[in-house]
């Protein structure tokens, strides 16, 4: 039987995400969680989570957040007229290898650890990177110094697919490229990292969760890390964010009954 995480992302994005994932914990549905710390009033989310106990052990990371309509905790990756992160594009490469400034992206993901470690009382036990940041090339050696200084415990999250394993789709294959670079990186820091990751595809889908969630799976070994959005849907989100009503869909998917089944018939467990 694998034993594989089942990471949702983006806790304290909004109430509606936070509710959302806090019962999917409570039924033993996942066992990580990643947060985000730059979202105001983040410290009662987090209260409300360690409120809400977990029949399974329960890894809580830091969602570090780099882009979007956010303000940062103490510096700017890229100067901005309106004091709040870039969107993601221009961190992407190639433009963004001149345009991040690298001292910025340790001082700012260090100071997102530290509310973290305020807010929980303890260090993150693993950190990734919101929109996936924490793999771009302007970011991840600065990332991975902050954690290793700041966190040295904690693994960080690569985004290939294990060793021989098919890519399926675009966004997919251009995370495992990515992440090439950061898991040598890491491992010359000498930071631990997954050992493989699933879960990314077209939001814009209208394929069944259900089935994806089975082709996440596959050739998953064990403790490798599968990426999920669970939500509600409310008017903070709305603002905050363009992924919306998939995010109730993968919620029904994953606290309805297929989602044990499915587990079970590939040989998968979550405790």
Known sequence: MRRIVVCADDYAL???????????????????ISIMAVIPGFERECASLL???????????????LSGPFKPL??????SPDGKFPPLSRLM???????????????????????????????????????????????????????????????????GAVSGARVRGKKARFLEFLSRGFRRRAGKLGLAFNPAFSGAYDFSTAENFGALFARFLDGLPDGGVIMCHPGFVDAELVVRDQLTDRRQTEYAFLAGEDFPAVLARAGASLA
């Open 14 to 32: 909004a109430p509606g995400v936070s509710r959302a994932i806090r019962e999917l914990v409570s039924r033993g549905r996942l066992n990580a």
């Open 51 to 65: 409120s809400a106990p977990s029949p399974i052990p329960l890894s809580i990371g830091l969602h570090a957040t």
């Open 74 to 79: 103490a510096a700017l990756p890229i100067p």
């Open 93 to 159: 490469p190639p433009l963004g290898l001149f345009r991040i400034d690298r001292k910025a992206v340790k001082a700012e993901v260090a100071a997102q650890i530290a509310a973290f470690r305020k807010a929980l009382g303890r260090d993150p036990d693993f950190v990734d990177g919101h929109q996936h940041v924490q793999l771009m090339p302007g970011v991840r050696m600065a990332f991975l110094e902050a954690v290793l200084e700041t966190a040295p415990k904690a693994w960080v999250r690569q985004c």
